[in-house]
């Protein structure tokens, strides 16, 4: 990147098909993108343990941290240090766990303030998707920012997305700006893989009660109503929140645990979902001349 532009389960077969109109990424078969409509909601790190859970069922795996503004994805794996210079354009993406990352916390200071307008954002961004040696992955996981924005609308534009998936919370609040995303999503013709309620319920540690802290079921009913799948859910727990701080993701330190499980399930079904065509897609837009 310009240095003045810095201030457990066997996945199905490997053939599918990017439904996009967008040039493919060098070395990279299928890119999909984890979004929010609102920030809070836990999609960086779902986004993060997502990318681990393919990376389990034995696919090589990449994560692109498109949150210019905030980037975390380093944090969340522990990574330091800043990528190699490949040639004259081409950086080498970090590595750990088994999964390629790329940030631009990594060519930036931790405590910098990103103050940069639309058009530098969408460099940014697009280097970062095409200026990296992916190096044949089956799947490249794109963290995005909360909001529908410039770096949405520049995934959309520059990538061949094989779908969407959207991170919401179950209270009210939060479904509201999920159903912008997803119909940011739908207008640009992205199918939408699914719907994650995250931070689903809190089950206490000392007496196993569980409470429901931000509702239960609101991202079920919302998938339902619209006619998406709905993926799964993810418990609000300390573990989660432990090693995410820690830089050692929950399905990378205990994979035989019950929350990494939740995390390859849902890996496994957009997997299937990316490789038979099963993304549901938007209606087809009627012009009327």
Not at 33 to 50: D, F, I, R
Not at 227 to 240: A, T
């Amino acid at each position: 990147m310009d240095r003045e532009q810095q201030v457990s389960a066997t996945p199905p077969d490997l053939k599918g098909r990017a439904t996009s109109t967008a040039a493919g990424i060098p070395g990279v078969k299928h890119v999909i993108a984890v979004a929010s409509g609102k920030g809070g909601v836990g999609k960086s790190t779902t986004s993060c343990n997502l990318a681990l859970g393919f990376a389990a069922l034995g696919l090589k795996t990449g994560i692109l941290d498109a949150d210019i503004y905030g980037p975390s994805q380093q944090k969340l794996f522990g990574l330091r240090g800043k990528p190699r210079q490949l040639g004259p354009r081409m950086l080498e993406p970090l590595e750990r766990f088994g999964v390629k990352v790329m940030s631009i916390g990594f060519l930036v200071e931790e405590d910098s303030a990103m103050i940069w307008r639309g058009p530098m954002v969408i460099s940014a961004i697009t280097q970062m998707l095409r200026e990296v040696a992916w190096d044949d992955l089956d799947i490249l996981v794109v963290d995005l920012p909360p909001g529908t924005g410039d770096a949405q609308l520049t995934m959309a534009q520059q990538a061949p997305l094989a779908g969407a998936v959207i991170v919401s919370t179950p209270q009210d609040i939060a479904l509201i700006d999920a159903r912008r995303g997803i119909a940011m999503f739908q207008k640009v013709s992205i199918p939408i893989l699914g719907l994650i309620e995250n931070m689903s319920s809190f089950c206490c540690p000392t007496c196993n009660h569980v409470t429901p802290i931000f509702g239960h079921g609101g991202a079920r009913s919302e998938a339902e109503r619209r006619g998406i799948p709905y993926l799964g859910e993810i418990p609000l727990d300390i573990q989660i929140r432990q090693t995410s701080d820690e830089g050692r993701p929950i399905v990378a330190v205990a994979p035989d645990g019950v929350h990494a499980k939740h995390y390859v399930k849902i890996a496994h079904e957009i997997w299937t979902a990316i490789v038979t065509g099963a993304a549901h897609r938007p209606p087809p837009r009627i012009v009327i001349e």
